[in-house]
């Protein structure tokens, strides 16, 4: 994702039960053995792609890679690498010859990647799936789609806050002070929490003065300035902190653990974040690259592997038992997706730097 460890090193360290970050390294997947594709020299036959390790790792293979190999008598070689890991493998590849020929990323990165020229548009004709999934899941201009979705809303601990909020404005209260935490600006919900506070006070992701304004304003609420997931889980478990901008996935995995926390969705909307594929340019395995692309976003693939790990799917045909939705905060149906904010992620990742020297000076100070 970015230099530091957010959504994607969660689900890195999740399923390894391990604290902490810095867990990339390479998974090499099992290539199978045998078949055409292997009988006709399958080493040219190879896909490389990236996970995030943990449970989204384990949910890429059993789920995508494994009955993807199978059906197209194809080899995926899957490394382990985060958002900010991918984009520089992708980087250090020499020209033509990329390290990946599918990424999974996060949206700033990947804005990154194509303003580095890294990065080639899709052919929507070799990826029927396109035509269900959520307007909001599918760059227009073909350079990403996305295969989850979940959002970043007000987490609150339910043993201190009895009336939930309704406002992003209302972390402001008084009645709050010293009891809110926010994530750093590096952090997926630290730079999604600054440009919607831009956006409410009449500002832009291109415009961010007024949201550097609201932050500031919030400082004697602050109880903490987060720099990881873990930091906020033990934040509002423990009553350190009463509320705060946070993940939806990461809010539903900690209240089954037990905690006593919840989330809400703000009358001004929840920011949507999207976990996207995209193709980096000069990939021999062009085809079989749309062909998994199509393959992860079809309606039951999509379905089991959203399931898997616990997120909002893409593709709009999915349908999902209402166990499933009683016990995660997820982002569903039409309805649903069309009230997220969609941030201009474009700019934000043309943008960030400048923001985290910023923040720096006048917030984290």
Known sequence: ????????????????????????????????????????????????????GG?????????????????????????????????????SSPEGKPALDVAYMDLVPIYQA????????????????????????????????????????????????????????????????????????SGTAGYQFLAQMARIHGGSETEIDPGFEAVAKLKPNLAAIYNTPDEMSRLLSSGEAWLGPWYADRLSSLKRQGAPVAFVTPEEGAMAILSSMCIPKGTSQLDLAHNYIDFQISAEVNKKFITTIAEGPTNSTVELDQAFLDENYIPYGTEAIEQLVALDNQAIAENLADWVTRWQSEIAN
Request: proline share 4%; with cysteine.
């Open 1 to 52: 994702m970015y230099p530091h460890l957010d959504r994607r090193g969660f689900l890195k360290a999740s399923s390894l039960a391990l604290m902490g970050v810095g867990l990339a390294g390479s998974l090499g997947a099992c290539a199978r053995s045998g078949g055409e594709g292997a009988a006709n020299g399958g080493a040219q036959n190879v896909l490389k792609i990236n996970s995030f």
């Open 55 to 91: 449970t989204f790792q384990e949910a890429v293979q059993s789920v995508v890679v494994d009955p993807f190999q199978e059906k197209f008598d194809a080899q995926v070689s899957v490394t382990t690498a985060i958002s900010s890991e991918a984009l520089t493998q992708l980087r």
């Open 114 to 185: 194509r303003a580095a020229g890294l990065l080639q548009p899709m052919d929507r004709a070799k990826i029927p799936s396109l035509g269900e999934m959520y307007p909001l899941a599918v760059d227009e201009e073909g350079y990403w789609v996305a295969e989850l979705v979940s959002m970043t809303g007000i987490a609150y601990n339910t043993e201190h806050v009895k009336t939930p909020p309704t406002s992003w404005k209302q972390l402001w209260d008084k009645e709050y002070e010293g009891r809110v935490a926010i994530s750093n600006v």
